[in-house]
Nanobody, 118 residues
Framework: QVQLVESGGGLVEPGGSLSLSCEGN????????MSWHRQVPGQGRELVAA????????EYADSVKGRFTISRDNAKNTVSLQMMNLQPEDSAIYYC???????????WGRGTQVSVSS
C-alpha cells in the first residue's frame, strides 16, 4: 500500500527539540517534492518546510526559520524535520506530503502529534 508514515512526535518542554521522520512505503520519496505541514484543530494546514526543487532548494515558514531543518535520506527513503527551540505555538499535528514534480499527484501522511508544554 502506498503511504507516508510519520513518526517522532511527542511531548516536549519549551526550548526542547524533536526530530520527525517520514518514511515512504511503496513510494520513492526522492522522486517527489517533499514537505512538512502542520495543523492546529479548527485551523487550516500550514506549510512549515519544503524541498522546492529536485536540486534540494528549501523554503521555510517565517515562524520556524532558523529553528527547523528539513532533510532527506534517499538511501533510507525518508524525509526528516529537525525542530529546535520549540515553543507552545509549535504544538500541532505535523503532516508529511509528497507532490509529484510532473503531475498533479500528491500524497499526505496521517500525521504525528507534537505538543510543547511545561
Amino acid at each position: 500500500q502506498v503511504q507516508l508514515v510519520e513518526s517522532g512526535g511527542g511531548l516536549v518542554e519549551p526550548g526542547g527539540s524533536l526530530s520527525l521522520s517520514c518514511e515512504g512505503n511503496e513510494i520513492t520519496l526522492s522522486k517527489y517534492a517533499m514537505s512538512w505541514h502542520r495543523q492546529v484543530p479548527g485551523q487550516g494546514r500550514e506549510l512549515v518546510a519544503a524541498f522546492t526543487t529536485q536540486s534540494g532548494d528549501t523554503e521555510y515558514a517565517d515562524s520556524v526559520k532558523g529553528r527547523f531543518t528539513i532533510s532527506r535520506d534517499n538511501a533510507k527513503n525518508t524525509v526528516s524535520l529537525q525542530m529546535m527551540n520549540l515553543q507552545p505555538e509549535d504544538s500541532a499535528i505535523y503532516y508529511c506530503k509528497a507532490d509529484s514534480y510532473y503531475t498533479t499527484y500528491f500524497l499526505w501522511g496521517r500525521g504525528t502529534q507534537v505538543s510543547v508544554s511545561s
